[in-house]
């Protein structure tokens, strides 16, 4: 299992070892409930990482000799480390894991240290948004013809008219999207669809009608405007210096 590199560049071991064919078991389990892949992958790599980084080096070889102060003590290093928005994410993601550890074998219930402990509590932040003359100067980087303009500012205007994630949107096909009601079908967690409804001046940018003839029925946005894509579309960015703002890339 190759490490992988996150927050301020520290590198996650995730060679669980001898404690991997339980994490298998959890991963098939979280399978069988149609878990999100993304939602897999956090709940999977964090038992990983707390077995590798922590547990084995301390001797723990089986999961039913973690204790509560193992997972506090190893809470307090990623506090330590990355933000607490990171750590309760990685706490609450080796809750999921534990509950079904002590659960797992009806006939053999085991104990589940996080039973009685609470994720680590997280500081409000106060998040930089674009203000509205920002909004317009991203917006006026789109103008002019050519299908990428459409498809960037039908992308950055549907954002600000919906509010939707960008997993939704990437997930969006073209069948989901109707220009003429103004409204788009939006897949988010757990699969959960609802509608969203845009602005006659995104509704006019047609971002991917312009090609939908050369598309698949319902393809999707993103492998529509992965085939449009120009070699120099990575190298532009916002003006000023907007682009070393949170969310200033396009």
Known sequence: MSSRVVGRGFKRNLDAGPLQPMIESFELHLRAEKKSPKTIRTY???TQWLAAEYLMPNGIKFWADVTARHVQEWTV???DRYSDSYANNQFRALQQFFKWHA????DEPRPNPMANLKPPKVGDKLVPVFTGDELTAMLATCKGGGFQNRRDYAV???FKDAG???S???GLSLDDVSPVSREATVTGKGNKQRTVRFTYDTARARPVLARAGQAPH???LGAVARRA????DSQRRLPDDRTARPGGRR
Do not use: V, Y
């Not at 659960?103 to 009806?106: F, N």
């Not at 894509?229 to 120099?232: L, Q, S």
């Open 218 to 220: 319902g393809a999707s």
């Open 168 to 170: 939704e949107l990437a």
């Open 77 to 79: 290093t990623l506090l």
């Open 44 to 46: 999977i790599e964090a």
């Open 103 to 106: 659960t797992e074998d009806p």
């Open 156 to 158: 950055i205007s549907l």
């Open 229 to 232: 894509r120009r070699p120099d």
């Open 164 to 166: 939707i994630r960008l």
